[in-house]
C-alpha cells in the first residue's frame, strides 16, 4: 500500500507540467477579456479589438519589427557563442548561427526543446557533453535575469513618479538581487563547496568570474535597448501613450513574463495591462499580442531559411 503513491507520482507529475502552462494561460486571458468586455460597454469584445486592429499601420510597424527580430537574432547568437566559447569548445559565430536561427522553429513549442536542438548540434559536431551545455545555458539565463534587473532599475530611476506604485519595489529587490550574486560568486569559487564545483550543472559556474558576467550583461544589453526604441514605436502605432523613460521601465519587467510557461506569451501580454492601467485596455493587449507572438514567429520563418544548413550538418541531409 505504502508503494502505490510513488507509482502514479510521476504520472501526476507530468500531467501538472503539461497542464500548469494552459491554465496559467486560460486564466491570464480570462482577465483580459473581462477588462475589455467592461471596457467595450454594449460592443462585443470582437468588435471592440477589431477596431483597434482596424487603426494600427500595419505596414510602419512591419518596418519596425522585422529589422529588430533580424537583430535580436544576431545578439542572442553572440551571446551564445561568447559563452560556448568560453566555457565549452571554439566555434565560428558563423557556424552557430544557422543551428540558433532554426531553434526558434522548434522554440514555438518549447524553448527547452529548442535548446535540446542546439545541444544536439554541439554534441554531434563538436562533442560537447550535455551536461556542459546544459551548465552553460543556465549561465545565459543567470545573467539575462540580472541584465533585466539592470536596465528595470535604470528605468524606475529615470521614468520615476510616472510609473505605477509597484515599481517601488525594485530597489529593494536590486539589493537582494545583488546580495544573492555576491554569494553566489562567493560559493563557486569558494574551496569549501569544491566538491559541489565539479558537478555537471556546475561546470559554467566554477569557470566563469565577475568579468564573465558584466560581459554578458553588456552583450545583451544593445538588444534590450533597442526594444525600447522599438516597442515605444510600435505602442504609438496602437494609439498608446508611452514615453522611452517608461518604456525603459516597463520593458524589463515584461520581459519576465515571457518566462513564465503558458502559450501565446499569456503573462507577459497580462503583464502590459496590469502595469499600464491608464491605457485602453483593448489597445494594450492587442498591442502585447501581436508583439510577442509576431516576434516567435517571425523568427522561426527565418529559422526555416537555414533550417536545410542545419540539417546537412546535423544528419549530413542535402
Given at each position: 500500500?505504502?508503494?502505490?503513491p510513488?507509482?502514479?507520482?510521476?504520472?501526476?507529475?507530468?500531467?501538472?507540467?503539461?497542464t500548469?502552462?494552459?491554465?496559467?494561460?486560460?486564466?491570464?486571458?480570462?482577465?483580459?477579456?473581462?477588462?475589455?468586455?467592461?471596457?467595450?460597454?454594449?460592443?462585443?469584445?470582437?468588435?471592440?479589438?477589431a477596431?483597434?486592429?482596424?487603426?494600427?499601420?500595419?505596414?510602419?510597424?512591419?518596418?519596425?519589427?522585422?529589422p529588430?527580430?533580424?537583430?535580436?537574432?544576431?545578439?542572442?547568437?553572440?551571446?551564445?557563442?561568447?559563452?560556448?566559447?568560453w566555457f565549452?569548445?571554439?566555434?565560428?559565430?558563423?557556424?552557430?548561427?544557422?543551428?540558433?536561427?532554426?531553434a526558434?522553429?522548434?522554440?514555438?513549442?518549447?524553448?527547452?526543446?529548442?535548446?535540446?536542438?542546439?545541444?544536439?548540434?554541439?554534441?554531434?559536431?563538436?562533442?560537447?557533453?550535455?551536461?556542459?551545455?546544459?551548465?552553460?545555458?543556465?549561465?545565459?539565463?543567470?545573467?539575462?535575469?540580472?541584465?533585466?534587473?539592470?536596465?528595470a532599475?535604470?528605468?524606475?530611476?529615470?521614468?520615476?513618479?510616472?510609473l505605477?506604485?509597484v515599481?517601488?519595489?525594485l530597489?529593494?529587490?536590486g539589493?537582494?538581487?545583488?546580495?544573492?550574486?555576491?554569494?553566489?560568486l562567493?560559493?563557486?569559487?569558494?574551496?569549501?563547496?569544491?566538491?559541489?564545483?565539479?558537478?555537471?550543472?556546475?561546470h559554467?559556474?566554477?569557470?566563469?568570474h565577475?568579468?564573465?558576467?558584466l560581459?554578458?550583461v553588456?552583450?545583451?544589453?544593445?538588444?534590450?535597448l533597442?526594444?525600447?526604441?522599438?516597442?515605444?514605436?510600435?505602442?504609438?502605432l496602437f494609439?498608446?501613450?508611452?514615453?522611452?523613460?517608461?518604456?525603459?521601465?516597463?520593458?524589463?519587467?515584461?520581459?519576465?513574463?515571457?518566462?513564465?510557461?503558458?502559450?501565446?506569451?499569456?503573462?507577459?501580454?497580462?503583464?502590459?495591462?496590469?502595469?499600464?492601467p491608464?491605457?485602453?485596455?483593448?489597445?494594450?493587449?492587442?498591442?502585447?499580442f501581436?508583439?510577442?507572438?509576431?516576434?516567435v514567429?517571425?523568427?522561426?520563418?527565418?529559422?526555416?531559411?537555414?533550417?536545410?544548413?542545419?540539417?546537412?550538418e546535423?544528419?549530413?541531409?542535402?
Amino acid at each position: 500500500m505504502s508503494e502505490a503513491p510513488k507509482t502514479r507520482r510521476p504520472g501526476a507529475q507530468r500531467l501538472r507540467r503539461h497542464t500548469l502552462p494552459w491554465i496559467i494561460s486560460i486564466a491570464c486571458f480570462a482577465y483580459l477579456y473581462g477588462r475589455i468586455a467592461a471596457a467595450a460597454g454594449e460592443q462585443s469584445v470582437a468588435a471592440y479589438l477589431a477596431q483597434v486592429f482596424a487603426s494600427v499601420n500595419w505596414l510602419a510597424w512591419l518596418a519596425l519589427m522585422a529589422p529588430y527580430s533580424l537583430f535580436y537574432l544576431c545578439i542572442d547568437t553572440l551571446v551564445l557563442w561568447r559563452v560556448l566559447n568560453w566555457f565549452n569548445a571554439r566555434i565560428p559565430y558563423m557556424s552557430l548561427l544557422p543551428v540558433r536561427a532554426s531553434a526558434y522553429i522548434i522554440s514555438i513549442l518549447n524553448e527547452q526543446v529548442g535548446k535540446g536542438a542546439i545541444a544536439l548540434y554541439l554534441n554531434r559536431t563538436r562533442q560537447v557533453p550535455g551536461w556542459q551545455l546544459g551548465s552553460s545555458m543556465f549561465f545565459i539565463m543567470l545573467c539575462e535575469f540580472y541584465c533585466l534587473l539592470t536596465w528595470a532599475l535604470i528605468g524606475w530611476w529615470l521614468a520615476g513618479d510616472a510609473l505605477p506604485q509597484v515599481f517601488d519595489a525594485l530597489p529593494r529587490i536590486g539589493a537582494l538581487a545583488a546580495l544573492i550574486f555576491v554569494a553566489l560568486l562567493f560559493f563557486f569559487k569558494s574551496e569549501h563547496f569544491a566538491r559541489w564545483q565539479e558537478r555537471g550543472a556546475l561546470h559554467a559556474f566554477r569557470r566563469a568570474h565577475a568579468g564573465h558576467y558584466l560581459t554578458l550583461v553588456l552583450l545583451r544589453s544593445p538588444a534590450l535597448l533597442a526594444a525600447v526604441g522599438i516597442y515605444a514605436g510600435a505602442a504609438a502605432l496602437f494609439g498608446i501613450e508611452v514615453t522611452l523613460r517608461e518604456m525603459q521601465a516597463l520593458l524589463p519587467i515584461i520581459f519576465f513574463g515571457t518566462l513564465i510557461p503558458g502559450p501565446f506569451r499569456a503573462a507577459a501580454i497580462s503583464l502590459w495591462a496590469v502595469l499600464m492601467p491608464e491605457q485602453d485596455v483593448a489597445r494594450v493587449a492587442a498591442f502585447g499580442f501581436v508583439q510577442h507572438n509576431f516576434f516567435v514567429l517571425f523568427n522561426a520563418a527565418v529559422g526555416l531559411l537555414f533550417l536545410r544548413r542545419a540539417n546537412r550538418e546535423l544528419f549530413g541531409a542535402g
